[in-house]
């Protein structure tokens, strides 16, 4: 549901009539001031990619405004008059140069804060007063701490802290009850990386011939590839750009990707590419048959998946995705990786319900925390799996008591890897042994 797009005389000329989502990038350095006549309609801006460094007072006319966007802009401070904004939901300032979050930009009715890639060493105590908070984004900042009014935010289900200075992670981070997945490689209190990166070869970009492009995320491009001296076939090479993405830096997730070592519900890794001007992976090729399990989150639904209108899964193969997902889990938790980001669109099956998981962007390495910290970890994706089973439920149908029956067992399951507080919930191994009960 993306805004759509004007020009600058378009709203001059007053031929944008009455609309609830407006789009505009035309290299501006002033706020256009007839977005204002909008104010009785207007519901998403959207004013990324431009050179606005300041809104109007009157800004908050725009009192059915629900989602703004301002992403690579020239903001150095978060505007002041967006605390006065009675129905704003969504605040997106990724890529600015801000290092000011004053405690009246902040509205109370924000579900969604995007402040990526800025230049924030310090967020306020009103930060603990937005009790509707879901999702927050702060990766690649100067964060050296975190204000300990945030445990007010009890409805979090979503954090981004990678790529900043913490050197601790507050007690009350890892108890927030909602919380399901929780990202912060890439901070002085991660301590030194550790050296399974030595456990895969290296090689060069230079030494493979990039084809077509398979796919691209956050983090970097995806190639169909091969050696012209090799007869072994082709490959998938995952290409890293820039020094920061929207999780943190690019040289952890390559970390928390060979670190998790072998699974047969892993996408296989099998070099490194680790040399001056490239960082990257490259991963065996998945097999065309292969899908998508689901469809990232929309505006809407915030934290949680979406999928196709016509997508339909029998709670049998539901079953035996949730095995799979909690094997894997598993997996990653007795390796000291968190994934940070498991989600059904994180996921791929084929037509025998054999599912792939990967996308390492989230990853957290957990080898520097404490018992206690570890065991939190696990309890916050123990939620994000009970989400993950949730989420594909409701693309499900059962037609016998024995389906029903199953789908109970996914019910009772759920309802147990989301218990408050997160020490009642169950390890992915005890999971495990409850999936695989007669």
């Not at 493979?208 to 082709?234: C, M, R, T, V």
């Not at 016509?310 to 709670?315: E, K, L, R, Y």
Request: charged share 20%; with cysteine.
């Amino acid at each position: 549901m993306h805004p759509q797009r004007y020009t600058l005389q378009q709203l001059k000329n007053s031929e944008v009539g009455p609309v609830k989502r407006l789009q505009m990038v035309e290299q501006l350095t002033e706020f256009p001031q007839e977005i204002l006549a909008l104010k009785d309609s207007l519901e998403v801006l959207d004013l990324s990619n431009n050179k606005l460094s300041s809104l109007p007072d009157e800004f908050d006319q725009l009192e059915k405004l629900k989602i703004i966007f301002l992403s690579n802009n020239c903001f150095t401070e978060l505007p002041k008059v967006l605390g006065c904004c009675k129905s704003l939901e969504m605040i997106g300032f990724k890529s600015n140069q801000i290092t000011t979050v004053r405690p009246q930009s902040l509205p109370l009715t924000t579900r969604w804060l995007i402040l990526t890639d800025n230049h924030i060493e310090e967020l306020p105590e009103r930060m603990g007063a937005l009790t509707q908070l879901k999702k927050l984004a702060l990766a690649g900042n100067r964060l050296k701490k975190l204000p300990d009014s945030m445990a007010n935010c009890t409805e979090l289900e979503l954090i981004r802290l990678s790529a900043n200075n913490l050197n601790t992670l507050p007690k009350w981070l890892f108890n927030l009850p909602r919380l399901a997945w929780l990202a912060f490689s890439g901070n002085p209190v991660c301590g030194a990386r550790s050296n399974a990166l030595n456990e895969f070869a290296k090689v060069k970009l230079a030494d493979y011939e990039l084809g077509d492009k398979l796919g691209e995320g956050a983090s970097g491009e995806i190639f169909l590839a091969n050696q012209p001296q090799d007869d072994q076939g082709f490959v998938a090479v995952k290409r890293f750009k820039g020094a920061i993405t929207s999780d943190g830096y690019p040289q952890d997730e390559l970390d928390c990707c060979l670190n998790a070592g072998a699974h047969a519900n892993l996408v296989k890794t099998i070099a490194q590419i680790n040399d001056t001007s490239s960082l990257g992976i490259v991963m065996e090729l998945i097999p065309p048959t292969y899908r998508n399990l689901g469809l990232p989150p929309s505006l809407i639904t915030c934290t949680r998946d979406t999928f196709p209108g016509n997508t339909h899964h029998g709670v049998e193969h539901i079953h035996l995705l949730a095995v799979q997902m909690a094997s894997v889990l598993a997996h990653l938790h007795a390796h000291n990786v968190s994934h940070g980001d498991i989600y059904a669109h994180n996921s791929l099956i084929n037509e025998h319900y054999h599912l792939l998981f990967g996308d390492f962007g989230a990853a957290s390495q957990l080898h520097h925390l404490d018992s206690y910290q570890r065991d939190a970890m696990e309890s916050i994706e123990v939620r994000a799996f009970g989400y993950f089973i949730e989420d594909l439920l409701t693309v499900s149908g059962t037609s016998n008591a024995e389906q029903l029956t199953l789908q109970h067992r996914l019910e009772a399951l759920i309802k147990a890897c989301t218990l408050e507080p997160i020490s009642a919930r169950p390890k992915f191994t005890d999971i495990i042994g409850l999936l695989n009960k007669d």
